[in-house]
Structures are given as C-alpha cells and as structure tokens.
DNA sequence: CTGAAAGCGCTTACAG
DNA sequence: CTGAAAGCGCTTACAG
C-alpha cells in the first residue's frame, strides 16, 4: 500500500494485460469503449497515478518546458512568467519556473539541471555574465532555447532572440512631448550600460538630435525611491527642465510623488512618460502616460513559437521585435485629458 | 548524434562496463581514481548528460520539490518563492514552480501534474476555493505536502500549516500608536471575509476592545490605489482619525501619499503603520513603520523543514507561526525619528 | 480488439 | 576494484 500503484495491478484489477492499460491511458481509439470503461474504474479502485518519468524515459519526449527567469522579484519578468506558463498550461505542457537572482552561475546550475531533468524547451530571460559554456551546454544538449528581453548570446541563429521594439517606443514618446510643448526634456532612471537603458533611451537620442537640443540624463535603479530622488535633483540642478522620459513606469510614479509633494503640477509644469504601462499607472493622480508593452501578449507569443519549433521544427525568426504603443493621459498634457 | 549519449556510449569509449560508469556518476569510492578519471573523461568527449527521469525510475526518488502559488504578480509571495528556492537548491534539491492565479480548478491540474511528474514534496500557497478533491488526491499519492501562508484544508495533521503571527502583529502596532498619543486608530484595507483581514485585524480590534474604542475598519483592495482612496474617505467621513493600521504596506504607502498631498504631515497628525515591511518602506518619505514579517527566513525556513520531512520522517508541527516585529520608523512618531 | 516481448537509461545487489 | 544481470513503469511494434 505504500508504493504506487502501476499499470499492471490495474491491470491485474482489470482483468486485461498492462498493454491495454496503457493504449487506454492514451485514449486509442482501438479499445473497445466497454474495456476502456472497465478499466479506467480499476484505475479509480486501486488509486493509480500516471508516472510520467517512466512514459518519458520510453518515448523520449517530457512535454516540460523550463523557463529561466534573472528576477522574479520584478513585476515585469513575472507577469511575463505568468503568461508564459498559462498559454503553455492550456496546450498541455508543464512549465518549470525557476529564478536565478541576476546571478550567472545559478544560472549556469539551474540550466544544467532542467537538461538533467529533460525539459524538451526551453525560454530564457537571461542574467547578464559569462554565458558562454552555458550556452555550448544548451547547444550540445540540443534543447531548443530562446532568449527574450535581454540578448546575452551573441548566437542568435541558435537561440533566437525576441523583444520590445523599445528604441521605437522612446521615439513615440518624445515626439508626444515635443508636440505636447515641453521645451526640455531629461531621461531619467535605468542602469548605466545596460543593453535595455540604451535601447530605450535611444529614440530620445534622436530626437533631441532632429530638433537640435542637448539631451539630459540621469542614471538610476529602476525605482520608485530613485525616481523621487531624481527629480529632487532635476529641480535642483535643472531648473529649466519641463518634461521627462523614464527608463521605467516606477521611476515616472517616483517623480510624479516627488513633484507634487514640491507643488509642481504634474501634466502641466512638469510633463512626464514612463515605460511598462504598469496596471496603477492608469490609476495614479494624475494618470500617467506610459509606453505600453503588451507583456501578457508577449509571453504568450513567446509560449506559442517555443511551441512551433518543438513540435513543427519551426525556427522563430533570429531578432523579433514586439511593436510597443504610447499610451496618452493625464500626466503628458492637460489636467482635465 | 543526434540522440543523447547514455552510459553505454561512455562505457565503450572508456573501456569499462555501464555499472563503473554509473558508479563514478554516484562519485562511489570503490573505483580507483585512475579509471574514474578516464571515464569522466570519456563523458566530456561524448558530450554526456546525465538522465536524471532514468535514473529516478529506479531509484524512485526525484529530488524535485514542488511549489504551487497562488499569485506570482505579488513581491510577498514571489518573495517567499524565490528564498524558498534558493534554499533548496543550496541543499541539491530542484524546485519547480508553478502559478494558480488565485484559480482552484487551475490548482488543481497542476498538482496533478506534478504528482506525475513525480514530485518529492510539495509547499502550497493554496488558492481559496473546494480543495478537498486536490488534498485528497495529495493522500493517496502520498506527497509530504505543507500549506504556507493560507491554511484551506483543516486537515493540518496530514498538510502542517506554517504562517506568520500576525494577529500579535496587529496588537503590537495597536499598542505602539496608542503610546504614541494617537486618540482615534482605524484599521485599513484587507478583502473583507479573507482569513488573513481577520488576522492581521485581530490585533487591533482586542487592543480598541481593551481601551474601550470603537474600533474603525475600512476594507479594500491590498493596493497602493485603494490606500489612496481610502485615505480620501477617512479625511472625508471620518475627520477625527488620525492613526491607521494598514492591511500592508502598499495601502500604507498609498494613504501616506494622499495625505501628504492633501496637506497632512504623516507622522505628526497622522500617524501610519502598515504590514509586511517591504524594502521601500524604509526609503518613503516618512519612512514608514511596519509590522515586519521576514518572509526570506520564513522561505528558508519552510524549505528545510519540508526537507526535514521528506529525508527524516520528521513531520512539521501541525500549526507553526512565525513571530513578527514592529518596525517604528517616522510615519508613526515624531517626524524627526 | 487484445496480449507477449523488448526496450528506454539508469541503479542495485550480487559475484568475482 | 569491476562486471553481468535484473528491474524501475511505462510505450511500442508485432502477433494473433
């Protein structure tokens, strides 16, 4: 009573040999609907449970998906995460999340053992570092792997890499603000050196460019605190800046706090765009524009071509890029839009 | 090439039977070093990996621990994931981690699956909802299963249940706004009926009961958002409070920020305390005190006595709660603290 | 429509 | 210190 039951005792119960037990496990169309019934009320009696592991080791394929994710502290990577798993869920296949804390050699030891425990795909949102003997693992392994939102291997033939098209996003936004008449404009917030400051600090670049004025930026973590912090600054040291651009909706909530408390009135002395489009972006006071990035959508594309490739051989292109959407409200114009 | 090598492949190439392969595998110390050497050898140059479903059908052990939330999107919850992982891994053990979006029938078919994929063990953060056919299904299967943080099956002899103490909690705050001169405390936000509103509530309603106040409840969302607004309603419907114990700190955080703007000095004519003592809430402004629960050690926690269980036998207490503590900062005191 | 046999990649006693 | 054999719980052709 202590072990679990397996096919044969439901066999054994059935009446029927341990092959029949297992095309009934699979719902064969050759089982005669009397047997099949007959046997599954067996299953019920003795308590069966379906051993995965020993139907894999048979048929070479687990139907598990492993998603690596670098901070599942970050509201962003676990929406992604959720999404991911639940598009997964609903076309039968288990997703093992697991979270390496930005750090490489967990990274490296979480990979290693989701090959071990055989996933058949696998998503990564990547911990920066050396990666490399990470990934030859991955190559040898034969796991087919994408990488999403950070592009760590360089190999994009063999792990295709999908993302924002965040350059774009930060073009919608400062344009908005030039035509919304700010006269200033800063970035703020977001990590010096990292890939997805620059990308999304980009298309203000240019901007500032075309309509030929310096640009200002100011570093920072991508959050609340920082972004009130920056603002402090910017009021100190930048008097003459009216509008900004942050790296993220966190940093914007930050200095929209921050302004207010100072009695500037956000939307109209200062005007402000995050980045995320987080779910209280919509509800701060004033509402907050935002460059919206479809997150849920994207975890569910990232699922389904995962999926393609696994089971059609469907490469996903090398370099995707999800089309991202500036989101207009209060904070960028008028009190009362 | 394109299948896996197995230990065959690795023990013809380094000259020995598969039972010294796997015996080096196990780091056995019957094989000489020598051969050890030449057989790991062997594994690098024909890309080995080891198969760890194969290995786990006969040994009928899979050191992977399952761990079933019920909100991934919450820091609280993503945090308790993230240590509880962390420990594990430290200890040789894979965790897979799986998100029921607060959905039972969602709960439900993941435990399923994991059952067949042959968990060892298993914590849940369990979804409300009727659970007794998943619990049942945990019995048969003969899982070590604990609840953490909502207990949903009363059968805690069979599924321990581990939380916080968060009832002396709620006192402790209680009796710090008390002392510190507030005349007239509310409690604030919490999903009505919730067994953790109740809980966290406790506290406050036999402190109001021992000092004989009316106590003042306000439910609502567990959000930034809902603070803000329930912080508009007490300045409008309830004029004499001036101290509130908040469900946690994002309704903490919101109120702190509506009253400020509109014009109230936390800290000194209202006095604000919240629950959970998130990282930021020692960076507000006023910083804000808190009822601090140490989530990571409680993850930590969690892990090794789950762990306990499953190699020892050693079964958790049926209830366990870990003790809290009020963190005073200048959201509750003197603006100066 | 159902059964007997081999095999998936390991581990585990048991010999030697 | 190392090898030959059986077995973990399934699936998969192959018979019948």
Redesign the pocket.
């Known amino acids: 009573m202590d072990?679990?039951?397996?096919?044969?005792d439901?066999?054994a119960r059935a009446?029927?040999?341990?092959?029949?037990?297992?095309?009934v496990?699979?719902n064969?169309?050759?089982?005669?609907?009397?047997?099949?019934a007959r046997v599954r009320r067996a299953m019920q009696e003795v308590g069966?449970?379906?051993?995965r592991a020993?139907?894999n080791?048979?048929?070479?394929s687990t139907g598990l998906i492993g998603l690596v994710i670098n901070d599942l502290r970050n509201p962003f990577f676990t929406e992604f995460a959720a999404s991911f798993q639940m598009a997964l869920f609903a076309r039968g296949y288990a997703t093992v999340i697991s979270n390496s804390g930005e750090d490489a050699a967990m990274q490296a030891a979480i990979i290693h053992s989701m090959i071990e425990h055989g996933v058949s795909a696998l998503a990564i949102s990547p911990a920066y570092g050396d990666v490399t003997s990470t990934f030859d693992q991955l190559a040898r392994a034969n796991v087919p792997t994408v990488q999403v939102l950070r592009q760590v291997s360089s190999r994009t033939d063999k792990f295709p890499f999908s993302s924002f098209d965040f350059v774009d996003g930060g073009g919608q936004a400062a344009r908005h603000l030039i035509a919304s008449g700010a006269r200033r404009i800063a970035f703020v917030g977001g990590l010096e050196g990292r890939q997805i400051t620059a990308e999304r600090m980009s298309g203000y670049l240019s901007e500032m460019q075309r309509i030929g004025t310096e640009p200002i930026v100011l570093y920072g973590q991508p959050s609340r605190n920082a972004g009130a912090e920056l603002a402090q600054q910017i009021m100190r040291e930048h008097p003459q800046v009216d509008a900004a651009i942050c790296f993220n909706d966190l940093v914007a909530l930050g200095m929209m706090n921050a302004l207010e408390r100072e009695g500037q009135r956000v939307g109209e002395d200062f005007r402000l765009v995050g980045f995320d489009d987080l779910e209280e972006s919509a509800q701060s006071l004033p509402p907050l524009s935002s460059v919206s990035c479809d997150i849920t959508s994207f975890g569910e594309k990232t699922a389904s071509s995962l999926l393609d490739w696994l089971t059609k051989g469907v490469v996903p292109p090398a370099t995707h890029r999800q089309s991202v959407r500036l989101v207009t409200r209060a904070s960028s114009g008028g009190r009362g839009v």
Request: proline residues 5%; charged residues 20%.
């Open positions: 072990r679990r039951p397996t096919i044969l439901v066999a009446g029927v040999s341990k092959s029949t037990v297992s095309l496990l699979k064969s169309p050759q089982i005669k609907a009397e047997t099949a069966y449970v379906y051993n020993a139907a080791l048979r048929s070479s």
